[in-house]
Each structure stands twice: as C-alpha cells, then as structure tokens.
C-alpha cells in the first residue's frame, strides 16, 4: 500500500475541500483524502479505512482522484457512474478536489469512550446473537448509529449497529445483533461463551445512516444481521408516529434465518400509515411448508409497494455489499434517485481478508 501511495503522490501542493463541513485541508504526497482529513480535525465519516465499508462514500465535485484500490470492490457501477468515490482510497490528482459527503443526521451526537459489560446473550439465530451491554453511563445516540466495540483480547475495534430505538436521556443497556464470522476473534470468543465479565472499551455514536425527514414512501430492506439498525430506525419512528407508507423487506435464507418477528409485528401494529412485512427467502427448501415470497430480497420492492411513485420514495438498507449493490440496482431501474438511497454496508473481518 505504502510503495503504491508514493507511485500516485506528486509534488504539488493539493487541497480538498470539503461540503456540507466547509473544510478545507492539504493533503501530502501520497496520503489519502480520509488520511488527511482526519490528521486535520475534518469530522469525515469513515469506518474501516481499507475500503470496504463504502463509509467514507463522498461525491466527486471537482479535481480527479487516484483509486489506492478499485471502488467498484466496494461501490455499485451506479454509484461510479454518478461520481461516488472513497475518501479512504482516493489520492488526489489536482491542485483543488471538492467532494460532498453525506452528513450524520443534524442531531447526532459527538462521540464519547464508555466502557461496559455484557449483561445478557440471546440466541437469535443459529449464527446471530443478541448482546446486550450495561455501560458505566448512559449513551446518546440517533436512530441507525453505530458503536465501536472493543476488548483486550482484540487489536481492532469491531462496529456494530445499535438494535434499540434511542432513549431521550440515553440508554445504558444497550444491544446489538452479532452475526457468527467464520474464524473472527471476536465472535468466536463471544460464540463459546467467552466474553462474560470482560470488560469492553466502547466508542459511540458514529455513523451518517438516519431516517431523514418526509412524508414519502420508504422502502427498507435488511439482510442477516442488517436488521440491526433497521429495528431502531423503524421503532424509533414508530413512537415518534411518523406518518408515511413503509415497505419493509427481510431476506434470509431460510424460514429458520428469520428474527424479531414479534418485534417487527409490534412495529407493523403502532406505525402511522401503511406498513407492509415481506420476509423473502433465498435457500427455503422447495417441499416446506413456506407459503411467502422466495427468491433475492431485492426483487420484491415493487411487489411490496405497488402503485407508488418511485421518483419520490426513499430506500433504507442494511445488509452484506453484494445485497446493497442488488438493491441500489433495483431501486435506480424503478426510478428512484441514489440521492434518496441510503445505505449501511455490513462488512466484517471475511470481506477485509479477501480485498486485493
Ligand atoms: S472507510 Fe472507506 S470504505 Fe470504509
């Protein structure tokens, strides 16, 4: 990564600016734009920093940037196509680059280091648990947010969305949905019942996904442990009576893949306006007893809403890259605008193993 910095770094002094913060920061030879925006205070939204998180998504406005790595690894062909590019991966090439990222929602708080315990595990799935933490104070933040986890026996801190809608004076149980990852520390110390008692580093809130406010349809889609996020947006909004038609699609594999259905029913009964639950499953064997809707998740949007105008829907989704990319696509080939798509992409430690 190093030798490939220095190849694209050039002599000329490079700024970035910065909407809608109003930064403006040199970037030195052969450092990144994310690099050096953090090196100089700018609040850019990030999280992995290798490129996989598609966090530091920002829009090019102005200048030319070099890919460190290719974003298509991590962005939609949509989304190159309308000039998305990664902070974390992206030398500048002009004297000037300007980029526009979307901001945190207006409210979010700034982060702060808290530390907890696990005070609870539940079985969700066969390979997603819930864990609950009880931290030293309570903790603010917006509907979508994620935290930062981190324990002595791991080197990097591990994100993981809050499943819980926010509390006005903050929460200090807090929980979050952990999906299994094949050979991750972390989940294998948390799978064999490892982590009671162990104390937790946690550096919370970050993250830009939020509902954004209207009246609009809204169509979300969650995938594995993607529901995370999706349950505190939509529970938030639920007590808030939000008032505006939703469409909520759940992929998974199978029937036995499926979590928090009475908590999504509760959401579906108190919610404002139309709510429709469509649970689709990709791998249910043919000869179950499984009378709902089969196939990828991201083919059933017109299914779940019909009759809506597209151009003026917002989508909401959380979930792995490859399901993010399949449903950026289908949203954009019904007619909705990727400026009213928003997204948290679900990496863990299997997808930085296989960057290039
Ligand atoms: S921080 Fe750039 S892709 Fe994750």
């Known amino acids: 990564m190093g030798f490939l910095k220095s190849l694209f770094g050039a002599k000329e002094a490079k700024f970035v600016e910065v909407a809608p913060f109003g930064a403006r920061y040199e970037v030195p030879s052969g450092e990144t734009m994310l690099e050096a925006a953090l090196k100089n205070g700018v609040p850019f939204p990030h999280n992995c920093t290798v490129g996989t998180c598609g966090s530091c998504k920002c829009k090019l406005k102005t200048g030319r ?27 500048p090439k002009d004297p000037l680059t300007q980029v526009e990222v979307e901001s945190a929602a207006s409210d979010a708080p700034k982060p702060e280091q808290y530390t907890g315990k696990i005070v609870a595990t539940e079985d969700l799935t066969h390979d997603i648990k819930k864990i609950t933490l009880e931290l030293d104070r309570p903790v603010n933040f917006v509907a979508g947010q994620y935290a930062n986890l981190k324990y002595p026996n791991i080197r990097r801190a591990r994100n993981y969305s809050f499943a819980d809608a926010p ?23 948390l799978f064999a019942g490892r982590l009671t008692d162990v104390p937790f580093d946690i550096e919370a809130p970050h993250g830009a996904f939020h509902l954004h406010p209207g009246s609009t349809p809204m169509i979300c889609i969650a995938g594995g442990s993607g529901l995370a996020p999706l349950m505190s947006v939509l529970e938030k909004a639920r007590k808030d009576r939000v008032k ?26 108190g919610w404002a306006d139309k709510f429709v639950f469509m649970p689709v499953l990709s791998h249910e064997p043919a000869d179950s007893a499984w009378k709902g809707a089969r196939g990828l998740v991201t083919q059933f949007i017109t299914d779940a809403m019909p009759g809506i105008n597209w151009a003026e829907a917002e989508g909401y989704m959380c979930g792995p890259p490859g399901m993010i990319d399949a449903g950026i696509a289908s949203m954009t080939e019904v007619g909705m605008t990727l400026e009213s798509i928003f997204y948290d992409k679900f990496t863990d430690e299997s997808h930085i193993a296989k960057m290039p």
Request: with cysteine; glycine share 6%; proline share 3%.
């Open 65 to 91: 940037v070099s890919a460190l790595t290719d974003f298509g690894y991590t962005l939609s062909q949509q989304e190159i196509a309308a000039g998305f590019i990664l902070a974390c991966q992206a030398i």
């Open 167 to 189: 509390d006005r004076d903050g929460r200090q149980q807090v929980s979050f949905y952990i999906r299994k990852v094949p050979k991750g520390a972390f989940t294998e110390d």
């Open 244 to 269: 505006r038609p939703c469409a909520f699609l759940f992929g998974a594999r199978t029937e036995a893949d499926l979590y928090c259905l009475e908590q999504i029913r509760q959401i579906e009964q």
